[in-house]
Nanobody, 123 residues
Framework: QVRLVESGGGLVQAGGSLRLSCAAS????????IAWFRQAPGKEREFVAA????????TYAESLKGRFTISRDNAKNTVYLQMNSLKPEDTAVYYC????????????????WGQGTQVTVSS
């Protein structure tokens, strides 16, 4: 059983930064991809970024490149999402998700999900 627990969300002013954490447990994650998605009220879940656990490769939503950075700490089984220059339109519930082997920007391809953490950016 894979368990993912997000933390680090909160209220921040526009232009500020937040770092989200996704703590993973229950498996050896060397073959997994961990991704971040977000979902704003009334909108579909949107891909943010993904990282392969055992490789340096990362992928990002094109619109978020340069502001968001995904990284991982294998010793802590934790994946991070550093979010800078936040905008009100970044307000959403942020989820981490896991799947085997290959990165994907499609939410339906991920098998495991955390409960989400709320990020609210005020103008």
């Amino acid at each position: 059983q894979v368990r993912l627990v997000e933390s680090g969300g909160g209220l921040v002013q526009a232009g500020g930064s937040l770092r989200l954490s996704c703590a993973a447990s229950g498996r050896t994650f060397s073959s997994y991809v961990i991704a971040w998605f977000r979902q704003a009220p009334g909108k579909e879940r949107e891909f943010v970024a993904a990282a392969r656990w055992s490789a340096s490769s990362t992928t990002y939503a094109e619109s978020l490149k340069g502001r968001f950075t995904i990284s991982r700490d294998n010793a802590k089984n934790t994946v991070y999402l550093q979010m800078n220059s936040l905008k009100p339109e970044d307000t959403a519930v942020y989820y981490c998700a896991a799947k085997l082997f290959y990165s994907s920007s499609t939410a339906q391809s991920y098998d495991y999900w955390g409960q989400g953490t709320q990020v609210t950016v005020s103008s």
